[in-house]
């Protein structure tokens, strides 16, 4: 039983389980839109009527003062000030008892004059005290107040609202609840590999070991074995029968040999013959003592993905509002502009990370992977829920920094964890756990933190994300201690030294690589994704529901496009142009802004740069050693990848400071349109240098 039917099994399984969770969620989004579209109508009514009862008072008010009805001066100045207060207004009418309009202002919907006029109108002057309605007037849906003195009733006032900003809404709501499925199947692919599918494929893994074992002849009992999950049964009859039929052997075989051991003359008949079909037996089969179960435990390395996801979801749940939020803590700092400083929290949170990840990694090696990951993450707990009550963008500062350290604590654990549990067999699938759980979070954090900053508050998402911090400890427990890390303690990593960070920059080779390749991708996702990107869209009246869809649409496009980039990706000639075109695509992707200021156009501008990046990232990596192959010779594959590794996390430190000078100088269209240039200018001067190399490489072989 091949190992990838052992695979398809659990995925026709998950694809049942997913199957299920797709027509409920799709259902509950259907009811979803309908029971919005029902209540926002009523909803609507109450709020214009809120809003127009103060313009209704001061008509009121100027007739107490003894002004006639038809005579009332900057009536038209007052419904200006009520679209301010309720810009999505679209026009305001006084009409008088007959429907005859007095005063008006704004573009009148079609069919106007005959709804003012309408008896069903006229009769609501006998009904003062009733909540209006919202009625349908052509595009517009119109609340109708009626206007009476103590005397009598005078008039109408009739606000209309556009049906355009009604459908917005409803969309807009549509957009969350589609938003809330697509994390919600991912949560349930997590929550269903959590809970089952590491075990289930375990477990048909055995199985299918059982019975090929048996149907290859090999009948030898096994000594021990792991728990078996839900095949615990089966697998236990498949056993005995092995073993029945070990036993059986083992008995005849003590029974042909004590025959042989008496005279000739007093032998049963056929024992000559049956020696021999037992020796032919022992040739075709395999029989004796029970053996040990090598087997290693892969359960071990799928526990990393459950309190990984959990705890980078607490982080990316703060990627839609975080600029925002830091701009609303701004303190004046001398010498540093307002961009530079909504930077900072973000480009030091990218530094500490990325300068500190080797000596993260030391202690982590030293006192043991879980107990590590457990301090990394009470550490950015608490940076949380800090975070939430900073005061000013001074203290964020501190709070965001032990954030990071928690964040590079907890990133370096669990990549030692996943090196421990891994082998020649196992390596790529490992890594694939590893990437596959952050690559999720980073799906479902921005999306569900854009929509609880919009509906909670940005503080109180922040205590969402400590919690979430805190809730991966109880994974984290379920990790091995210290004990099964002994044998990894003695490969501690060590950080590159200066003069291995010296002369790797100075590589002609090296260089092409990290300084025209990786270093302007992360200069982009930071400087662009994580920083413009949020503060433009909010700038553009925007939601950080929207912004978090945006960021949400990134991660998407990488977890999609990123594999088969990967596969395809299988010499160096292909990695070479892949990274190449990533980052022509992703720096073109940022011209689009110069087409307009919709919201659209940042959708596809972060669609182009996920794809771009999405092209590249996996070729980058691997290209490293392709180019640096004496390098790794001389000073050790970790060393090299060390430096390109801080390299280009120091990429991610300077894209938001690089993307506030520009913003500062600039403003947001240039700032997208110049890192994107540089971006692409880089992937073009990698291509035009690794075709030269390859070129000159072709000629040297000819000649």
Request: charged share 15%.
């Amino acid at each position: 039983m091949s190992q990838s039917y052992l695979r398809s099994i659990y995925l026709r399984l998950a694809g049942v389980v997913m199957l299920v969770v797709v027509l409920a969620l799709a259902a509950s989004a259907f009811l979803s839109h309908r029971a919005f579209e029902a209540a926002l109508a009523p909803e609507m009514a109450k709020k214009v009527a809120s809003g127009g009862a103060s313009a209704r008072s001061l008509v009121l008010k100027a007739m107490e003062n003894h002004i006639a009805f038809r005579e009332i001066y900057g009536i038209e100045q007052t419904f200006d000030e009520l679209k301010r207060s309720i810009p999505d207004i679209a026009y305001v009418a006084v009409t008088d008892t007959q429907g005859t309009v007095l005063y008006q202002r704004f573009t009148a919907p079609a069919g106007a004059e005959a709804y003012l006029r309408s008896p069903g109108v006229i009769a609501a002057l006998a009904t003062p005290d009733v909540a209006p309605p919202s009625v349908r007037v052509g595009d517009q849906y119109v609340v109708s107040m009626p206007i009476v003195t103590p005397q009598q009733p005078v008039g109408m006032m009739h606000i209309g609202v556009s049906v355009d900003f009604v459908d917005r809404i409803i969309l807009d709501m549509l957009f969350d609840v589609l938003v809330v499925l697509v994390v919600a199947l991912f949560f349930t692919l997590e929550l269903l590999n959590f809970m089952a599918g590491s075990k289930l494929e375990a477990s048909l893994k055995s199985l299918g070991e059982t019975i090929e074992r048996g149907a290859s002849g090999d009948f030898t009992p096994l000594r021990s074995r792991g728990p078996a999950g839900p095949f615990a049964a089966v697998l236990q009859l498949l056993e005995d029968v092995r073993a029945r039929v070990n036993s059986g052997f083992e008995t005849l075989a003590r029974d042909i040999e004590r025959g042989r051991r008496v005279p000739a003359h007093e032998r049963p008949p056929g024992l000559a013959a049956a020696h021999s079909g037992l020796q032919a037996l022992s040739q075709r089969f395999r029989f004796g003592p029970a053996e040990a179960a090598t087997r290693a435990d892969d359960g071990q390395l799928a526990k990393i993905r459950a309190p990984l996801f959990v705890f980078i979801l607490a982080e990316e749940l703060t990627r839609p509002f975080l600029p925002h939020y830091i701009k609303s803590l701004l303190v004046p700092i001398p010498g540093l502009a307002s961009e530079v400083v909504v930077g900072l929290p973000i480009a030091l949170f990218m530094l500490i990370v990325a300068l500190g990840q080797p000596f993260l990694g030391a202690y982590a090696q030293r006192v043991g992977h879980r107990h590590a990951m457990m301090v990394g993450a009470s550490i950015a707990a608490f940076g949380f829920i800090a975070s939430a009550f900073a005061g000013s963008v001074l203290d964020l500062l501190l709070w965001r920094s032990m954030c990071a350290l928690g964040y590079g604590l907890v990133f370096v654990a669990a990549q030692g964890h996943v090196l421990e549990h891994t082998h020649n067999g196992n390596r790529a699938r490992s890594f694939a756990v590893f990437i596959g759980s952050i690559m999720v979070a980073t799906i479902c954090g921005p999306s569900i933190g854009g929509i609880l900053a919009d509906n909670i508050g940005e503080r109180w998402t922040m205590a969402v994300a400590a919690l979430l911090a805190l809730g991966s400890m109880g994974a984290i427990r379920l990790l091995p201690g210290p004990d099964a890390q002994a044998a990894a303690a003695q490969a501690a990593i060590k950080a590159p030294s200066l003069r291995d960070i010296g002369s790797l920059m100075v590589n002609k080779r090296f260089m092409t690589v990290t300084g025209l390749a990786a270093i302007p991708a992360k200069v982009l996702l930071t400087g662009v994704c994580f920083y413009l990107v949020p503060l433009y869209v909010l700038s553009l009246g925007s939601t950080q529901s929207v912004v978090g869809r945006i960021l949400m649409l990134y991660g998407v496009v990488m977890v999609v496009v990123s594999p088969l980039a990967a596969s395809f990706a299988t010499t160096r000639e292909r990695m070479e142009w892949l990274v190449g075109a990533g980052l022509l695509l992703s720096g073109i992707g940022t011209l689009l802004m110069m087409a307009g200021e919709h919201v659209g156009w940042i959708f596809c501008a972060v669609f182009l740069i996920g794809l771009g990046q999405s092209l590249s990232i996996a070729a980058q990596s691997a290209l490293v050693r392709e180019h640096c192959e004496r390098e790794v010779g001389i000073i050790g594959e970790p060393a090299v990848y060390g430096v390109y590794r801080l390299l280009e996390r120091m990429g991610n430190a300077l894209g938001p400071l690089i993307a506030a000078l520009l913003l500062m100088a600039f403003g947001y269209r240039t700032g997208f349109v110049a890192t994107g240039s540089a971006v692409a200018l880089c992937g073009l001067v990698f291509i035009l240098a690794t075709r030269r190399t390859t070129t000159r490489a072709a000629l040297a072989t000819v000649s």
